[in-house]
T-cell receptor, first 113, second 114 residues
Framework: AAGVIQSPRHLIKEKRETATLKCYPI?????VYWYQQGPGQDPQFLIS???????DKGSIPDRFSAQQFSDYHSELNMSSLELGDSALYFC????????????FGPGTRLTVL | GDSVTQMEGPVTLSEEAFLTINCTYT??????LFWYVQYPGEGLQLLLK?????DKGSNKGFEATYRKETTSFHLEKGSVQVSDSAVYFC?????????????FGKGTLLTVNP
């Protein structure tokens, strides 16, 4: 079965640089969620989109922005990167905003040097 | 706000031992409850879920029952294997309004020795 695809899988950036993470949901899934997992931490919700509109917002820094496109893929844009942004970034998708089960991608490991 | 509390790890067991990982929650209304598993270097995989009180989720020998009276969703397995070594996360999702995010516990690292 098709799964959530995230790219790139690994990314190394310098401080103050920008990064773009991409997420391709499971086919027919119209809802995308982004989570950030720091080292040894639980995943923290950042932002979600339903039918290309932002549906919920969590602890996402102002330096970050995201959007969902017409094909339902989503991109997380991160600017002025800081050392503390080093983390595993997960994307999850669900069949609709009201469906319980979120299926997670393998994550993008961002390292900021 | 909503929160999930898991027993702190790490938990180390011998193969074929009985596993319990405790999870309790605080939430308004009646959330859906989940267990996710994260193997080393990998993403989160849904292990099992329960959407209403007294529901039992089960998968791969793991079980958890949604207990509204004790606000708990403890994970159990009768006989663990080395391949079960991973981090286990309990999570909830509130079933009301437009808030669909998952709230996770801190995770419990399980190591199973042969």
């Amino acid at each position: 079965a098709a799964g959530v695809i995230q790219s790139p899988r690994h990314l190394i950036k310098e401080k103050r640089e920008t990064a773009t993470l991409k997420c391709y949901p499971i086919p027919r899934h119209d809802t995308v969620y982004w989570y950030q997992q720091g080292p040894g931490q639980d995943p923290q919700f950042l932002i979600s989109f339903y039918e290309k509109m932002q549906s919920d917002k969590g602890s996402i820094p102002d330096r970050f922005s995201a959007q969902q496109f017409s094909d339902y893929h989503s991109e997380l844009n991160m600017s002025s990167l800081e050392l503390g942004d080093s983390a595993l970034y997960f994307c999850a998708s669900s069949l609709s905003a009201g469906t319980d089960t979120q299926y997670f991608g393998p994550g993008t490991r961002l390292t900021v040097l | 706000g909503d929160s999930v509390t898991q027993m702190e790890g790490p938990v180390t067991l011998s193969e074929e031992a009985f596993l319990t990982i405790n999870c309790t929650y605080t939430a308004t209304g009646y959330p859906s409850l989940f267990w996710y598993v994260q193997y080393p270097g990998e993403g989160l995989q849904l292990l099992l879920k329960a959407t209403k009180a007294d529901d039992k989720g089960s998968n791969k020998g793991f079980e958890a029952t949604y207990r509204k009276e004790t606000t708990s969703f403890h994970l159990e397995k009768g006989s663990v294997q080395v391949s079960d070594s991973a981090v286990y996360f309990c999570a909830l999702r509130w079933s009301g309004g437009s808030n669909y995010k998952l709230t996770f516990g801190k995770g419990t690292l399980l190591t199973v020795n042969p």
